[in-house]
């Protein structure tokens, strides 16, 4: 990983040439340490869920929606296959018959690219070959490195069997992965949640009656010690509604807010995601809606004390974020999520943010699922900050004021780390919580 400290101009010399300052710019972003604040991705040692290579890669649901509109095979014949068959099928339609033209198929010859392998392959035989002749922690280390990621945040759900029981191993874990305990199960689903065999043994009712509550309160401190997240996780549909006269209201009340508060946990707000609209493509079945963003207010209002770290699915949302950012400096915004990481939207979210909030905003996560999709992601996702960070520098300079190549560096550490290290109290030094 190149440091930043490198002394590739002095620190002090003011970059006053426009085309100067643009090539510092990228040099610097294409190479600053980043912390992936919302990523699947799991360690090596958490067997099955530890997704990597070529199969996993063809098999990500972005592809698959994508698989769909060019073939006539059935959903149904198509889930029938194994893993390697789909991943078979999806390489010959989206990179052999057709040209790989979507973010998502690009995202994969970045990935080939950066490992030397034939990106115009015929077959899978060499990048499988390639894939599986690799020693796990040396590869994950060489991805991380390519990447010049320096933290992942996992995405992990409290309520799922398999990986507690991982957890529960007790295995050290990387210090460069961090939890993150995503509630969706247990706030979206209730009551149907309270059956989940984790919540076994926690007093629970339906109603959510007082000793309910303060059985999913222990629920959760229990995760947390176990965990140590650094937050809390939540996707909401469009329609979600703060305040409003359902469970998710009172979960969010009486036991989310609370343990925010207790443990000094931020909570990440995901708005917009429709689940399941097309179920038949499974993960790939989600949608998109614009969400109430003054509901986001009011959470904000109500909770001044809670640090929220919030992103929005709609393209139509992004610009009411960022003036509730200004108004809320209780509320993050961060990444360009799912359907709006597409350097066309991320272009534009990435400067209105910069106009509208300065350096005070987290501007991209992954939300990587394969442990490669760090390499594609990042490299797509740094080209436009870049890109959107100079033109702000031009324009500074434009109205008389130069920068140095110590506050570029500053300002881009603080875009890619600092933000989200104070956001949630995590150390540079040993990756310890504050
Ligand atoms: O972007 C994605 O991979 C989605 O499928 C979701 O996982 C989403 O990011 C989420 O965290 O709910
Ligand atoms: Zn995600």
């Not at 610009?319 to 809320?328: D, G, M, T």
């Not at 360009?336 to 509208?356: D, G, K, Q």
Request: some cysteine; overall charge negative.
């Amino acid at each position: 990983m190149v440091s930043l400290t490198e002394n590739l101009v002095a620190p002090a010399e003011q970059l006053t040439d426009a085309s100067d300052l643009k090539q510092y710019v990228q040099l610097v972003v294409s190479t600053a340490p980043v912390i992936d604040v919302h990523t699947h991705l799991f360690p090596p040692e958490f067997d099955g869920l530890f997704l990597h290579g070529i199969d996993d890669l063809l098999n990500y649901h972005y592809l698959v929606a994508e698989f769909f509109r060019s073939t006539k095979l059935s959903h149904a014949a198509f889930w029938k296959l194994t893993k390697n068959q789909r991943a078979d099928l999806v390489w010959q339609s989206m990179f052999v018959d057709n040209t790989p033209l979507s973010e998502a198929a690009c995202g994969i010859v970045c990935i080939l690219e950066a490992f030397g392998l034939d990106t115009r392959a015929r077959n899978l035989t060499e990048a499988r070959a390639f894939f599986s002749s690799q020693e796990l922690h040396e590869h994950f280390d060489r991805v991380m490195e390519l990447a010049s990621v320096s933290d992942v945040v996992m995405t992990n759900d409290p309520l799922n069997e398999r990986e507690i029981n991982l957890w529960n191993r007790g295995k050290q874990l990387d210090p460069r992965f961090h939890a993150s305990l995503r509630l969706d199960r247990l706030v979206n689903e209730w009551p149907e949640s309270m059956f989940i065999p984790a919540l076994r043994g926690f007093d629970l009712d339906s109603k959510l009656g007082h000793r309910a509550i303060t059985g999913l309160r222990r629920f959760l401190d229990e995760c947390i010690a176990r965990l140590e997240p650094l937050y809390m996780g939540l996707s909401l549909p469009p329609e979600f509604m703060f305040p409003a006269d359902d469970f998710r209201d009172r979960l969010l009340r009486e036991v989310v807010m609370p343990t925010a508060r207790e443990h000094s946990l931020p909570l990440a707000v995901m708005v917009g995601v429709r689940r399941g609209v097309n179920p038949a493509l499974r993960t790939a079945g989600d949608g998109v809606g614009r969400a109430d963003i003054t509901s986001l207010e009011r959470m904000c209002a109500d909770n001044p004390e809670v640090r929220l770290l919030v992103t929005v699915l709609s393209r139509e949302n992004q610009h009411e974020l960022c003036v509730s950012a200004r108004k809320f400096n209780n509320l993050m915004p961060f990444g360009c999520w799912w359907f709006v990481n597409n350097p066309s939207i991320v272009a534009e979210i990435t400067r209105e943010r910069l106009e509208m909030l300065g350096p005070s905003f987290i501007p991209q996560h992954s939300d990587a699922c394969v442990l490669e999709h760090l390499i594609s992601k990042w490299s797509q996702s740094r080209k436009v900050i870049a890109k959107a960070l100079s033109e702000r520098y031009e324009q500074l300079l434009q109205a008389g004021r130069s920068v140095t190549s110590a506050e570029i560096r500053r300002d881009v550490n603080r875009l890619f780390s600092e933000n989200f290290r104070e956001w949630v109290g995590l150390s540079a030094t040993d990756g310890e919580r504050n």
